[in-house]
C-alpha cells in the first residue's frame, strides 16, 4: 500500500497516523509531467481538494492505483477522472479477506477511527459490515 509523499509532509496527519503510515506504507511521490499536470488540473477543477488529496488522485490515476478515501469531494474526483477508489470499511473488509488482518484487528481499527479521529459511520453501516466481516472469517 502506499501513500502520496506530499500527504506524509502536509500538516494534515496527527503524529500517531503519521508514524503508522511511515512504517505500514511506501511514499510515492508526484514523478511525472503528466503526474503534475493532473495534479495542477485538480487545483483548477476541484479547487477545494488539499494538495495532499490532489497529488494522491493524481498518483493513483497515473500509476493504475486504487484511491483509498471517504473524502466526499476525492471519490466524486476520482469518479470524474475514472480513478479507481474504494472506501475505508471496504479496505477493511478486503484486509480480512485477504488475510492480512484478522476481524478483531480490522473491528479495532474501525472504533479507532470512530472515537479518536472522530469518522462518522453510521451504526447499521457498521453493524452491515461487521456481520459481512464475520462471514469472510468464517468462510
Known amino acids: 500500500m502506499y501513500i502520496a509523499q506530499e500527504l506524509l509532509d502536509s500538516d494534515q496527519l496527527e503524529p500517531p497516523t503519521r508514524q503508522a503510515a511511515n512504517q505500514y506504507l511506501t511514499p510515492v511521490a508526484l514523478s511525472t509531467e503528466e503526474m503534475f499536470a493532473s495534479f495542477l488540473e485538480f487545483s483548477v477543477r476541484a479547487p477545494l481538494l488539499s494538495v495532499a488529496d490532489r497529488s494522491t488522485i493524481a498518483i493513483a490515476r497515473h500509476q493504475l492505483l486504487i484511491c483509498a478515501s471517504d ?29 492480512h488482518k484478522t476481524v478483531i484487528e480490522v473491528t479495532t481499527m474501525a472504533d479507532s477511527l470512530i472515537k479518536e479521529r472522530g469518522k462518522h459511520i453510521s451504526p447499521k ?3 452491515d459490515g461487521t ?6 472469517a468464517a468462510s
Open 125 to 127: 453501516v457498521l453493524t
Open 131 to 136: 456481520i459481512n466481516l464475520q462471514k469472510y
Open 71 to 99: 473524502d466526499g469531494l476525492v471519490v466524486e474526483t476520482c469518479k470524474a477522472y475514472g480513478v479507481t477508489y474504494t472506501r475505508t470499511l471496504r479496505l477493511l473488509t478486503e484486509m480480512v479477506k485477504t488475510g
